[in-house]
């Protein structure tokens, strides 16, 4: 084992697999192992584990927008750096998506096309009778795409990736997986 990519959950996980393998990566082989933690509060214990307190691997990873304090003061309590700021995270190959990476991925792709993917799952009239719903009548086609996903998301997202033009790959995802 040479590195770890930290990411909060299983859908985050199966982006970045599918990413390595559409890029002919085979991760095990390369001693790298894409780790979900269950969520960011979680960060403080994998970088005891994994980081240089620890077995001292390579680190990555990824998180929401809305966990960017809770990985930064991980990695400051870690003894990863101090003051922190998105750059310096980035330096040492952790990466914050944009609301989320659902988000990050609709957008990359657009409405459209994950409709056309919702539709080769079977699956586009729930989306259009979830859109029918009062509680989604004020949110855009983007989120209420990303709403919908919500629980589908772990099967959804090595489809969303594999849909994605390659040079079209949102850049959390495709730094984190490039920084080891």
């Given at each position: 084992m040479r590195g770890i990519v930290l990411v909060e959950g299983l859908s985050d996980r199966a982006a970045v697999e599918a990413l390595a393998r559409r890029r002919g990566r085979d991760l095990d082989a390369e001693g790298v192992s894409v780790v979900p933690m269950g969520g960011a509060q979680a960060i403080g214990r994998f970088l005891d584990r994994y980081g240089p307190r620890g077995l001292d691997?390579?680190?990555?990873?990824?998180?929401?927008?809305?966990?960017?304090?809770?990985?930064?003061?991980?990695?400051?309590?870690?003894?990863?750096?101090?003051?922190?700021?998105?750059?310096?995270?980035?330096?040492?190959?952790?990466?914050?998506?944009?609301?989320?990476?659902?988000?990050?991925?609709?957008?990359?792709?657009?409405?459209?096309?994950?409709?056309?993917?919702?539709?080769?799952?079977?699956e586009l009239g729930s989306f259009r009778t979830f859109q029918k719903q009062p509680a989604q009548q004020e949110r855009n086609h983007e989120q209420q795409l990303r709403r919908w996903l919500g629980n589908r998301k772990i099967r959804y997202a090595p489809l969303l990736v594999d849909a994605l033009d390659p040079a079209g790959v949102p850049r959390p995802l495709d730094l984190v997986l490039a920084h080891l």
């Open positions: 691997l390579g680190l990555a990873g990824l998180c929401d927008a809305g966990e960017e304090d809770e990985f930064r003061r991980g990695l400051e309590r870690a003894g990863l750096g101090t003051d922190l700021d998105r750059a310096g995270m980035e330096r040492l190959g952790f990466y914050i998506c944009v609301a989320d990476l659902e988000d990050e991925l609709i957008r990359a792709l657009g409405a459209a096309k994950v409709e056309e993917i919702a539709e080769a799952q079977g």
